[in-house]
Every structure is written in C-alpha cells, then in structure tokens.
C-alpha cells in the first residue's frame, strides 16, 4: 500500500509541467536596453553625493548625468540634496532671527544698567543735599 501510494505520488508529481513563460519580443528589447543602461552606470552617477570639502555649485552638474539615455528619471539625489538646501536655509534664518534678538536684549540691558545708574545719583545727590 505504502509502496503504491508512493508511486502515484510520484506519477502525479511527474504529470505537473511547469509551462516555460513566453516572453513577447517587446520585452526582451525592454530588458535588453535596461541591462544595457545599468551596464553602463559610472562611478560619479552611482555617486552624485558631492564631497564635504566641495561646498559649491558643482552637484547640479552631477544629478544630471546621463539623465537623457535613462528611461526614467530617479529624483531621489534631488530630493535629499533640496531637502538639505532648505535644511540650511532655515537654519540660516533661526540664527539671523537670534542674532538680532540678542542684539535688542544687549541694547536693552544697556538702558537699563544706565537708568540703574541715573537713579543710584539722584538717590546719592539727594543724601548730599539733606545733609
């Protein structure tokens, strides 16, 4: 029974054919040019990410590389790239913004350290007078 039972296990096994997927020509030529694309990815558009020494204009340059053979366009380096251009720029503002408030601050601890003084003689004069 066990012996039987095996075998028309493995009879079924071997009836199911796995269909080989047919593959129109349009595809292999979609797959042929992606394969070619990728083949010919350089060093500096695998890595557009400017160095931190270089603090310039230069990574437009790089972003757009090789954008007009690719088939579709990856924004991502220039997400993050906008992304910390904007970063810095508000960065750049909080501190013009503190930079003033600690100014007006100066100024008025300025005023009020004098009036302390203006009144610290009125008081003094006016122990001399009574005098």
């Known amino acids: ?23 129109s020509q349009e ?10 694309q990728y083949a010919n990815v350089t060093d500096e558009e695998e890595y557009p990410f400017p160095d931190p020494d270089e603090q310039d204009g230069s990574t437009a340059t790089a972003v757009n590389i090789g954008s007009e053979k690719s088939l579709f366009r990856n924004t991502n380096v220039e997400d993050v790239l906008n992304a910390r251009k904007l970063e ?6 909080e501190f013009q913004k503190k930079k003033e408030q600690d100014k007006l601050q100066r100024e ?4 009020a350290k004098q009036e302390r003084k203006e009144k610290e003689k009125k008081r003094t004069q006016k122990g001399e007078r009574k005098r």
């Open 1 to 23: 029974d066990e012996i039987q039972a095996i075998a028309s296990m493995m009879e079924k096994q071997a009836k199911i054919v796995v269909k080989p997927k047919e593959v």
């Open 27 to 36: 595809e292999k030529q979609r797959k042929a040019a992606l394969l070619a």
């Open 88 to 93: 810095r720029e508000l960065l750049r503002d």
């Open 108 to 111: 008025k601890d300025k005023l």
